[in-house]
């Protein structure tokens, strides 16, 4: 069974940083992509960043320049650094695998950005 387990998340000010972390199960290199995903209330979940087993990173328009995703291959670890946070930023933040036609997700965890 494969499990993602995010960690990182927490209150911040606007402007400010976090840093998510997303620590999988099994080697992250079995994973075709993996990515964050982030849910507000009232609103559907939406793609933030990606990676895939090659490197190749896609975010959303919304956080282009200001947010970056990367991976520790040693630590089975794939990592969202955040920063100059926006209120509109908040949600619950879900780390999501894909290996071939299966899809794995995290619990979640929530990011709070106070204006």
């Known amino acids: 069974q494969v499990q993602l387990v995010e960690s990182g998340g927490g209150l911040v000010q606007a402007g400010g940083s976090l840093r998510l972390s997303c620590a999988a199960s099994?080697?992250?290199?079995?994973?075709?992509?993996m990515g964050w995903y982030r849910q507000a209330p009232g609103n559907q979940r939406e793609l933030v960043a990606s990676?895939?087993?090659?490197?190749?990173?896609n975010y959303a328009d919304s956080v282009k320049g200001r947010f970056t995703i990367s991976r520790d291959n040693a630590k089975n670890t794939v990592y969202l650094q955040m920063n100059s946070l926006k209120p509109e930023d908040t949600a619950v933040y879900y780390c999501?695998?894909?290996?071939?036609?299966?899809?794995?997700w995290g619990q979640g965890t929530q990011v709070t950005v106070s204006s």
């Open positions: 999501r695998g894909r290996i071939i036609l299966n899809v794995y």
């Open positions: 099994r080697n992250i290199f079995s994973f075709n992509s």
């Open positions: 990676i895939t087993s090659g490197g190749t990173t």
